[in-house]
């Protein structure tokens, strides 16, 4: 027996041709056994990972009653913010897909402002490209996980909804080829989207177009890294409304009591002031305009007119203005679009150019009795200064105006 077991052990010392077939057996057995083992492993591997996917977290916002009414575009873009400011960076890459695909089209359409190279607008189609390479990727790797978001406003109708708010971020990683300042910042951004019923939604709809622009000028120069002379006004501040709306405002339930019909009217009225030689006067004497850096804070509506509109409509000839998004609840209103001129004159520090440019704009109004009283704004600075033929970012990195790279 010992024999025996000493030539199965090793081969080399058995003679007869029984002993050989033995071994050969028992290492084919050893053999298989092992690759049996490999493939349950691998399938043990495989339904882990496919339980895992199937046990992705569905986020609930818990949202109180009042909030049941509101408009479908604008309770879709809640449940979309609310989850990016609450777990976005946090959650897992299955929990986070399963999330937004709750609120966005798969054919959704995404458009940052200066996301691009260059300074150019940043544009994915579907909702995997804007989670895998385009701006959110981008934002993840400057900013990671550190963000609080404040809205200021959020508002809209049944096909679409705007907010206006400011993020407080640790600015860590690279960003444009910019090395951080690692440092908290504060981002001032507006959002205007387009929504389309769906049953797939969560609250029945789904984002279909997002549009977002940053204040870029502000946020180079809270990284001391500034590319605008400084405003003849005060630079840097912005606030919610002056008024008991709530924050964001408004609150729908407020809202919904409220003329629209006369605040469409008075924004109508104050976006010809952009195109016309406009005097402000659909504009309260004591408004306040939120500009964006290189405008500035207008308190009263001479200052609005003494040191936005009529700097804006000296550097600009042959005005016209495209509306792309204009939407209204209750007394608020915004609007985003694109002012067309020929540059004639001085404006945020550059000589005239004599170039026909378009400048991309988002905006915000709150109305009463007939008149504004409070208005918030952002330019697509970047964009203006590749028309022009300059890089925004290389020339914040650099500290002085660089021309545009033939790759660009």
């Known amino acids: 027996m010992s024999e025996a077991r000493s030539k199965l052990q090793d081969p ?3 003679e007869s041709d029984d002993a050989l ?3 050969i057996t028992w290492r084919c057995l050893r053999y298989y056994s092992v690759i049996s083992l490999a493939a349950m492993l691998c399938l043990s591997i495989s339904l882990s990972w496919s339980m895992h996917r199937e046990q992705a977290h569905l986020w609930n916002q818990h949202l109180r009653p009042e909030y ?11 449940f979309f913010d609310r989850y990016l400011m609450a777990r976005a960076g946090l959650d897992g890459p299955g929990t986070f ?15 940052s402002v200066a996301w691009g190279p260059g300074g150019m607008p940043l544009k994915t189609a579907g909702r995997d490209a804007w989670t895998h390479s385009g701006e959110e990727k981008q934002f993840r790797t400057a900013f990671g996980n550190t963000e609080l978001f404040t809205q200021m406003l959020f508002f809209g109708d049944n096909e679409h909804a705007t907010t206006t708010s400011y993020g407080t971020l ?15 910042i504060e981002l001032r951004v507006c959002d205007f989207y387009r929504v389309k019923p769906d049953p797939a939604g969560v609250y029945g709809g789904l984002i279909l177009y997002n549009f977002m622009m940053i204040d870029w000028a502000d946020v180079m120069h809270r990284a001391d890294r500034p590319v605008l002379p400084p ?12 008024a008991n709306d709530g924050v964001p405002a408004p609150y729908s339930i407020l809202a919904a009591g409220r003329n629209v019909a006369e605040a469409r009217a008075v924004t109508e009225e104050i976006l010809t002031d952009w195109v016309d030689l406009g005097a402000a006067r659909s504009w309260h004497p004591n408004m306040t305009f939120y500009g ?12 609005f007119r003494e040191h936005i509109l009529k700097p804006f409509q000296a550097a600009f000839a042959n005005r016209s203005l495209e509306k792309e998004i204009f939407t209204c609840e209750g007394n608020y209103c915004a609007a985003s679009g694109h002012i067309r001129g020929i540059h004639v004159g001085s404006w945020l520090g550059f000589p005239k150019s004599s170039k026909q440019v378009r400048i991309r704009f988002g905006m915000h109004w709150r109305i009463m009795q007939g008149q504004a009283v409070e208005g918030w704004a952002i330019f697509d600075v970047p964009g203006f200064f590749r028309q022009l033929g300059f890089d925004f970012f290389a020339s914040a990195s650099r500290g002085s105006l660089q021309p545009l790279t033939p790759a660009d």
């Open 12 to 14: 080399l010392l058995g």
């Open 21 to 23: 077939r033995l071994v």
């Open 68 to 78: 049941a009414h509101e408009p479908l575009a604008k309770k879709t873009v809640r």
């Open 97 to 111: 897909q399963a999330n937004i695909d709750r609120v966005l089209s798969p054919d959704v359409a995404f458009e």
């Open 170 to 184: 640790f600015w860590g990683g690279e960003l444009f080829g910019m090395q951080p300042p690692k440092k908290w």
């Open 231 to 242: 405003a003849a006004l005060q630079e840097g501040l912005v606030l919610p409304p002056a």
């Open 292 to 303: 964006p850096r290189g405008l500035g804070l207008a308190k009263g509506v001479v200052d």
